[in-house]
């Protein structure tokens, strides 16, 4: 309220009155005019919560940029929602898909709510600049984050997830593990990556540059990149994925070549997509635990809400753990083979920058 008193050139007390639209008391209307104006260039907003024995619902707000792309965050939406009722609060889901007006309108229409605080959820992680009118919200941030210390986030383990993923291929004895990412543009990607780069350095063991794909976490070029991988002179013998799904392409891709799973190479994915546990053999993967980063959300709004908690006091980095299944064994003394027929196929259908 200083910053728009300074702004209009009034005094603090007139800002109160004001914003709080504190009945009984004349404020001149072109005084209120300015400190709406200063309000709104300043980005201010009362935060209003009704009082509990209002007889209207209390909500808790959840903006999205994407709700459909990737079905796991819904975990996260659901266990949200679980949470919140639990404590009387209706989760309003608001998708906003980088429409700057709509996120606006958006935000208006929970500000006019009996309002207990703003879940802000991103589908890929990332970091991001928060619309002003949120920063001095009771808001958290899940799967993104900003570089205000005061804001609070959740994001996933990703890089400690990846360096658990690859220790479990190390300690099954392989040494020439083969990685397919997801775009290098992604944070989660690059985090996935110092991971698997980590399990080696662990262990005193170089990482061979030739064992590393780009791919996009989708089926079709974790099929595409491991038939690059089994093509190299030295293929590896076992193949981490950063995502389930390109993994499930990994498989298709070694059933092409005659080779199985874990018997000649050993598959580890990331996510724990529904699809891992129904997949042949069961797919060895990573957990992002989406609902559990939902629920710890809803948590923090609520604890704060009540006054039990202060602003930036949540776990910023939750844990993704290694989930063993039947896609990892002990490697076979000789590095799996395709079939020669297959082989050589393959070979003369690789463009030429694949053998690097």
């Not at 606006?104 to 619309?131: H, K, N, W």
């Not at 350095?201 to 070029?221: K, N, Q, W």
Request: some cysteine.
């Amino acid at each position: 309220m200083i910053d728009v008193a300074r702004r209009a050139g009034v005094s603090q007390a007139s800002v109160s009155l004001v914003l709080n639209d504190t009945g009984g008391v004349r404020v001149a209307d072109a005084t209120r005019q300015k400190v709406r104006e200063a309000a709104e260039e300043l980005g201010y907003r009362i935060w209003r919560r009704s009082p509990v024995g209002s007889g209207s619902i209390r909500t808790i707000g959840l903006l999205v940029d994407d709700i459909g792309s990737n079905p796991l965050s819904l975990n996260a939406v659901e266990a949200a929602r679980e949470r919140a009722w639990k404590d009387g609060c209706v989760l309003v889901v608001l998708p906003i898909h980088g429409d700057k007006d709509l996120e606006r309108c958006a935000i208006d229409l929970l500000m006019a709510q009996r309002l207990v605080g703003i879940v802000y959820q991103s589908y890929f992680t990332q970091e991001l600049t928060l619309p002003k009118v949120l920063r001095t919200a009771n808001i958290i941030l899940l799967n993104c984050y900003t570089r205000d210390p005061n804001v609070p986030f959740i994001i996933p383990g990703h890089a400690d997830g990846a360096r658990g993923a690859v220790a479990a291929l190390l300690d099954a004895g392989h040494r020439r593990i083969g990685f397919i990412n997801g775009k290098s543009s992604v944070e989660a990607s690059r985090h996935r990556l110092e991971g698997y780069r980590k399990a080696h350095e662990d262990r005193g063991l170089a990482v061979d540059p030739e064992l590393i794909r780009d791919g996009d976490f989708t089926i079709g070029p974790g099929e595409r990149e491991t038939t690059v991988l089994m093509a190299l002179r030295k293929p590896p013998t076992a193949i981490f994925c950063a995502s389930d799904r390109t993994a499930v392409g990994c498989y298709e891709a070694l059933k092409t070549l005659g080779l199985s799973v874990p018997g000649d190479v050993s598959v580890i994915g990331f996510d724990d997509d529904p699809l891992a546990s129904i997949v042949t053999p069961p797919l060895s993967t990573v957990r992002v635990p989406h609902a559990r980063m939902g629920e710890i959300a809803v948590e923090y709004l609520l604890g704060r809400a009540a006054g039990e908690r202060a602003a930036g006091s949540v776990t910023s980095r939750i844990a993704c753990d290694y989930v063993a299944r039947e896609s990892v064994a002990a490697p076979r003394r000789r590095a799996p083979r395709a079939e020669a027929g297959t082989r050589r196929r393959v070979r003369a259908e690789l463009p030429l920058e694949a053998g690097k």
